[in-house]
């Protein structure tokens, strides 16, 4: 069983900044790559940032200059460092881990965290 608990999001200001976690716990044994989504309601659940087992990262153009992700290998840990941040980036964001079980990729989600961007 896979477990992604995620934390860090909350209420800011616009200009401000958050830092999302999320940490990756149970039988993972080969990660492919590790990301951030985000969802509002009625919306589609978009990419905002993926970082592969190589460290490639790609980004949302909306996000790039702005948010950065890393990943510690040795806590099976994904940050997300969100800065300058716009009313348009309030959204759910959902931790991803794809790894692979044998031969087959399978993607995994955490249960979601709010970041609001308000006065």
């Known amino acids: 069983q896979v477990q992604l608990v995620e934390s860090g999001g909350g209420l800011v200001q616009p200009g401000g900044s958050l830092r999302l976690s999320c940490v990756a716990s149970?039988?993972?044994?080969?990660?492919?790559?590790m990301g951030w989504y985000r969802q509002a309601p009625g919306k589609q659940r978009e990419l905002v940032a993926s970082?592969?087992?190589?460290?490639?990262?790609n980004y949302a153009d909306s996000v790039k200059g702005r948010f950065t992700i890393s990943r510690d290998n040795a806590k099976n840990t994904v940050y997300l460092q969100m800065n300058s941040l716009k009313p348009e980036d309030t959204d759910v964001y959902y931790c991803?881990?794809?790894?692979?079980?044998?031969?087959?990729?399978?993607?995994?989600w955490g249960q979601g965290t709010q970041v609001t961007v308000s006065l």
């Open positions: 991803n881990v794809a790894a692979w079980d044998r031969l087959t990729p399978v993607h995994y």
């Open positions: 149970g039988s993972i044994f080969s990660i492919i790559a």
């Open positions: 970082i592969a087992s190589s460290d490639s990262t």
